[in-house]
């Protein structure tokens, strides 16, 4: 089991900055994939940025060069930067976590915190 808690969330004007932040308890260390995700208003969830273990940060298009993620193993804490937000950003992010099983990966996901960027 994990536990995922985002925080960071908030309104932001056309070309400012907020800092997302996940923290993670529980089996922490059966964790291979963490990554960020957001959702539109009647749309399904859409990757944002994810890391895995041993690999190379993903970004989508959209949001390559303008946000970044990060990982604190230390402090079980998953952090996403994001820069130069527009409008377009807006949406409820969730912070998600894979621990891989015999069958494929389970997933776990945080309740989400609301990004409202205004222009």
């Known amino acids: 089991q994990v536990q995922l808690v985002e925080s960071g969330g908030g309104s932001v004007q056309a070309g400012g900055s907020l800092r997302l932040a996940c923290a993670a308890t529980?089996?922490?260390?059966?964790?291979?994939?963490m990554g960020w995700y957001r959702q539109y208003p009647g749309k399904q969830r859409e990757l944002v940025a994810r890391l895995r273990k041993g690999a190379d940060r993903e970004y989508a298009a959209s949001v390559k060069g303008r946000f970044t993620i990060s990982r604190d193993n230390a402090e079980n804490m998953l952090y996403l930067q994001m820069n130069n937000l527009s409008p377009e950003d807006t949406a409820v992010y969730y912070c998600n976590a894979g621990i891989p099983l015999y069958s494929g990966t389970y997933s776990y996901w945080g309740q989400g915190t609301q990004v409202t960027v205004s222009s």
């Open positions: 529980g089996s922490v260390s059966s964790i291979s994939v």
